[in-house]
T-cell receptor, first 112, second 109 residues
Framework: DSGVTQTPKHLITATGQRVTLRCSPR?????VYWYQQSLDQGLQFLIQ???????AKGNILERFSAQQFPDLHSELNLSSLELGDSALYFC???????????FGSGTQLSVL | GQNIDQPTEMTATEGAIVQINCTYQ??????LFWYQQHAGEAPTFLSY????GLEEKGRFSSFLSRSKGYSYLLLKELQMKDSASYLC??????????FGAGTTVTVRA
């Protein structure tokens, strides 16, 4: 157990819908990262937050948004879902000054 | 942007040694990570190299050459449980951490 909690573990929804994925980082970790992993793409960096502020942005679609709250938990919002958004979404956190990532168990999103 | 290349698959026999190479091209390089990921599970940290040279941790070792944009992960005394995907990841000074596509290692008895 990495100490990073992601909910829900599984999510099944339809095209056009909107979902919210939640992540609670390890105690003391200020950074939260979001990654998307599909079979043909590997782990794709989406976005990173540090202590509530956006720090780095990767290949995140405009239909996706994220935020980190004052209690440091983070949410990833995916809207106007398409079949191609079906993937495993990982959240990871890292302690201050150390970029070693601890990954949550992921949310498996299936868009039907 | 950056390019991170590693072989797609490797197969080795239990007890043997396997070396997984990773080459990268990037600006603002800070360091290089190796992660292990079993099917359907989260990646777990193996090593982080910032300086050139070899770092050894038990059966696993990682090497970095910054000037050549090259790293390798060496797995010794392979065990069946080492069958997994091994991910090379480049850490940049703009805080981005980008992963390669991963190398699937299959250990055979």
């Amino acid at each position: 157990d990495s100490g990073v909690t992601q909910t829900p573990k599984h999510l099944i929804t339809a095209t056009g819908q909107r979902v919210t994925l939640r992540c609670s980082p390890r105690s003391g970790d200020l950074s939260v990262y979001w990654y998307q992993q599909s079979l043909d793409q590997g782990l794709q960096f989406l976005i990173q937050y540090y202590n509530g502020e956006e720090r780095a942005k990767g290949n995140i679609l405009e239909r996706f948004s994220a935020q980190q709250f004052p209690d440091l938990h983070s949410e990833l919002n995916l809207s106007s879902l398409e079949l191609g958004d079906s993937a495993l979404y990982f959240c990871a956190s890292s302690p201050p000054g150390i970029e070693k990532l601890f990954f949550g168990s992921g949310t498996q999103l299936s868009v039907l | 942007g950056q390019n991170i290349d590693q072989p797609t698959e490797m197969t080795a026999t239990e007890g043997a040694i396997v070396q997984i190479n990773c080459t990268y091209q990037t600006s603002g390089f800070n360091g290089l990570f190796w992660y292990q990921q079993h099917a359907g599970e989260a990646p777990t940290f193996l090593s982080y190299n910032v300086l050139d040279g070899l770092e050894e941790k038990g059966r696993f070792s990682s090497f970095l050459s910054r000037s050549k944009g090259y790293s390798y992960l060496l797995l010794k005394e392979l065990q069946m449980k080492d069958s997994a995907s091994y991910l090379c990841a480049v850490h940049r000074d703009d805080y981005k951490l980008s992963f390669g596509a991963g190398t699937t290692v299959t250990v055979r008895a």
